[in-house]
Nanobody
Framework: QVQLVESGGGLVQPGGSLRLSCAANGSISRFYVMSWYRQAPGKEREWVAGITSGGITPYLDSVKGRFTVSRDNAKNTVFLQMNSLRSDDTAVYYC?????????WGQGTQVTVSS
């Protein structure tokens, strides 16, 4: 049973930073990609960024240059460093891990960007 636990969300002012973590209950090297998604109120869930087992890191255009995804295999954790946060980044952020046959989700962590 794969379990993913996100943490690090909170309330931050525009222009501020947050670092989200996604901890797995086992080796993350079994996943060919781990991704971050977000869902704002009244909107569909959207993909934000990912990191493949080979270290490729694609990003949603609106977060390029502001967000950085990374992984620590020793800690079985993926991170999303978010800088220069804007009000439209407000959402619940979810971690997803994919194998060739399955996708697993965390419970989400709330990020609110407001003055």
């Amino acid at each position: 049973q794969v379990q993913l636990v996100e943490s690090g969300g909170g309330l931050v002012q525009p222009g501020g930073s947050l670092r989200l973590s996604c901890a797995a209950n086992g080796s993350i090297s079994r996943f060919y990609v781990m991704s971050w998604y977000r869902q704002a109120p009244g909107k569909e869930r959207e993909w934000v960024a990912g990191i493949t087992s080979g270290g490729i890191t694609p990003y949603l255009d609106s977060v390029k240059g502001r967000f950085t995804v990374s992984r620590d295999n020793a800690k079985n954790t993926v991170f999303l460093q978010m800088n220069s946060l804007r009000s439209d980044d407000t959402a619940v952020y979810y971690c997803q891990a994919r194998t060739m046959t399955d996708a697993y989700w965390g419970q989400g962590t709330q990020v609110t960007v407001s003055s």
